[in-house]
């Protein structure tokens, strides 16, 4: 298993969300599936940094590169959401990055619970969080696609 570790995202970190958000992969697993425009994420992003409710975890391997991110956001509910770059899909670094990500956000929040919502058809996605520690609760329709609602908690 490669070593990773995380950082939170920064403004310098702008262009490379975008271009991890605009990735044909993430998009068609994402429930909105448009191309972003970029001044838009760019208003977006800034935003999400200066929540207090956001968090952005970016991982990066011992080379230092970015391998993706994991973001959870505080609101009515609490709601992980992860994407891999590219070149480092298919390597097993996705649930390790949901557990790290996962676990530290728990220890700060306690009696927390964490949802994730991952379309059936997309099955390595579902897997990974299994195997990070979270549990299924139960399947839901979320703008027309039948979803798995994955839960963690302490």
Known sequence: MSELKFRFA?????DLYFN????IDVRQNSYNQEAINYENHVKWFKSKLNSNNCF????????EDPVG?????????IIIGISVDKKFRGKNLSSQMIRMASDD???NNTGAVINAYIK???EASY??????????KEVVLINNHN????????
């Open 147 to 154: 979803s798995y609602k994955l839960c963690k908690k302490i």
């Open 56 to 63: 952005f975890y970016l991982f990066l391997n011992n080379s």
């Open 120 to 122: 059936e058809n997309n």
């Open 10 to 14: 920064e403004i310098k970190d702008t």
């Open 127 to 136: 897997k990974s969080f299994i195997n990070a520690g979270f549990i299924e």
């Open 105 to 107: 956000f728990l220890k």
């Open 20 to 23: 991890w958000a605009n990735d």
């Open 69 to 77: 991110q994991v973001r959870i956001d505080k609101n009515e509910e």
